[in-house]
């Protein structure tokens, strides 16, 4: 069985290879990606795995300042979370997000959006966000889009349009 070492991303491309072999180039016209355009990931909150041994990277997970527009709600945008076909089907994706979701509360942040799927989330505590509250800029299916509260009811009245945190005005 490999094992891997879950360590701080270094600024920088090198996750670009791996995100196109986990989804294809295709990605970056995700609604998801307008939301991290012109953005720096959360402070602490960008992590890969390596394979122990030989160093190769094998997943990557990130973390997005946002706003929610309705109250200025401070939240994170999951994503990307993806491993390398090469290490796929071996609990990486779940380590990866444990690990991110773990050290984004100990950091003291409240609430984590991404857009995913229900099923693969739902086992991480992850919950559907009840359609028309909280909206995405750019086309994306409203019942990928999910929350998890870091914090119990952090999600409590939330409502409006996720904005990056750089695009935010008071």
Do not use: C
């Not at 122990?52 to 109250?71: E, H, M, N, Q």
């Not at 444990?98 to 099923?119: C, N, Q, T, Y």
């Not at 994306?140 to 935010?168: I, K, Q, S, T």
């Amino acid at each position: 069985m490999t094992d891997f070492l879950i360590e701080q991303a270094l600024p920088g491309g090198e996750a670009d290879a791996l995100l196109d072999a986990a989804f294809g180039p295709e990605r970056r016209l995700k609604a998801s990606y307008r939301l991290r355009e012109g953005a720096e990931v959360a402070d602490g909150l960008s992590f890969v795995a390596r394979e122990t041994g030989s160093g190769r990277l094998a997943g990557v997970v990130s973390f997005w300042p946002l706003r929610i527009s309705g109250d200025g709600r401070q939240a994170l945008l999951l994503g990307p979370l993806a491993v390398h076909p090469d290490f796929q089907r071996n609990g990486l994706g779940g380590r990866l997000l444990r690990h991110g979701v773990e050290a984004a509360r100990e950091k003291g942040h409240r609430l984590v959006f991404l857009v995913g799927d229900a099923p693969y989330y739902g086992r991480f505590g992850f919950l559907q966000v009840p359609e028309g509250r909280v909206l995405m800029p750019g086309p994306y299916d409203p019942r990928r889009l999910l929350y998890l509260e870091l914090v119990p009811g952090a999600f409590d009245g939330a409502g409006g349009l996720l904005l990056p945190e750089h695009r935010w005005r008071a």
